[in-house]
Each structure stands twice: as C-alpha cells, then as structure tokens.
C-alpha cells in the first residue's frame, strides 16, 4: 500500500501541491498524512502517526526529502528504519531516491556514507578538543546542582541536541551519559522545557521545569 507525507511550515501555507502530486502517484486522499510544522523541529503528528501504521511490503512517498528529514542523519536513520522493517521510500522532485529499484537503492547507500562520516568527524573534533582542554587545564566555572564536570556535559548536551545532526544515542556516546534520564536531566538543567498547555518544546532556563509556558500561552496567563 501507498502513503504519502506532506509538511508546509506554517499555516499560511498550502499541502496542496504536494497532495496533488500524491493523487497522481495514485495515493488514495485516507493514506495521505500532513503536519505543519517548521524543519527543525522533532515533534510531528502526522508523521508519527504515519510510521506507527506503516507496514512491511509498504511505500512511503513524499514530496521532496526536506519535507520528512529535518538533515541528513535524520534521513539516514528514518530509511534505515524503513529498510528494516521492509518499507519503501521514494521522493518525488529527487526521483534518483527510489528503494524499490536497485539505483534508488545504491544512490541511498551513498548518502549513508556521508551521514556517518559526518558524524563521525563531529565526535572526532569534539572528543579532541576536550582532549586539548584538559591539558591545557581548562576549567568551566560551577553552578549550583551539577559539578564541573556534569556541567561541561550538560552545555555538550544543549549544543548537540539544539544543533539537530545527531541522535540521541550518539550524543549520549559522544558525552559518556549512560541514560537517557540524564542526558534530559542536563538538558532541563540548560534551559529545555515542554508547556503544559500545548506540550511544545522551548529553552527557558527561569522557567520551573515542572509549571513551564511556551511565550503563547504565558501571555494568555498572565492576561488571566
């Protein structure tokens, strides 16, 4: 069976193009999943429904690649997936991104490879410099709650996870966290909160991580 995923980034803007484009690849409108929502950001409903009932055998179509990957290692892990589980990919405007042929599959191999050898050249740098740091006797200053230590970890944590290139495994790898317990528990310590009215993410460090307002709705409680 055929589905196909469609994202816009703001409400302003239309599926339309996309969902056309779908119809003719003769996706039926029920199997057609969308989400507004900007390329960085993680949290997408549609889509999350979408991977939840795709099934082996499955063909997963979008418009163009930027409109499921928020990067490339993202769009690594999301086929890998796929490929394990027996789905397809194809885009439409990158139409050389096809799995069910064997050229769509080779040319995917190749973006594979760059994926990991940017990743891995991430975790080479950044396991270097902390190298030089510590001969040179760096120190980074303590705030109550962490040591120097957690904290360099915890402002590690923030860079990574906000600069969107590597999963949450790899940067519990790159940081030595052994959990993904702590490796929240850091990032709430920089600032990651989730609103308790609409569940959006945002970095607010005054904020109490347990009676967290995204800017919209803490303009409507303060106004209360």
Request: hydrophobic letters at 35%.
């Amino acid at each position: 069976m055929k589905f196909g995923y469609a994202r816009v980034s703001t409400k302003s803007q239309k599926h339309d193009l996309q969902v056309d484009a779908f119809l003719k690849e003769g996706i039926k409108s029920k199997n057609i999943y969308a989400d507004i929502s900007s390329g960085a950001k993680a949290e997408r409903k549609g889509l999350d429904e979408l991977l939840s009932i795709l099934r082996e055998g499955d063909t997963l179509v979008v418009w163009k690649l930027d409109r499921i990957a928020r990067s490339l290692s993202h769009l690594t892990k999301l086929i890998e997936d796929f490929e394990q589980k027996g789905i397809h990919f194809k885009s439409i405007q990158e139409n050389f991104i096809d799995t069910t042929s064997p050229h769509g599959r080779f040319i995917f191999n190749l973006f594979a490879s760059v994926a990991q050898l940017e990743r891995d050249i991430i975790i080479e740098r950044t396991r270097a410099g902390l190298e030089s740091s510590r001969r040179r006797g760096m120190k980074i200053g303590r705030k109550p709650g962490l040591s120097n230590q957690a904290l360099h970890k915890a402002i590690m944590a923030e860079r990574y996870y906000r600069d969107n290139k590597l999963s949450i495994e790899e940067i519990m790898k790159l940081i030595d966290v052994g959990s993904k317990k702590t490796l929240y528990k850091y990032l709430a310590y920089q600032g990651r909160r989730k609103c308790l009215e609409c569940g959006t993410l945002f970095w607010d460090k005054k904020q109490d991580m347990d009676k967290a307002y995204c800017k919209m709705h803490k303009r409507k409680i303060k106004s209360n």
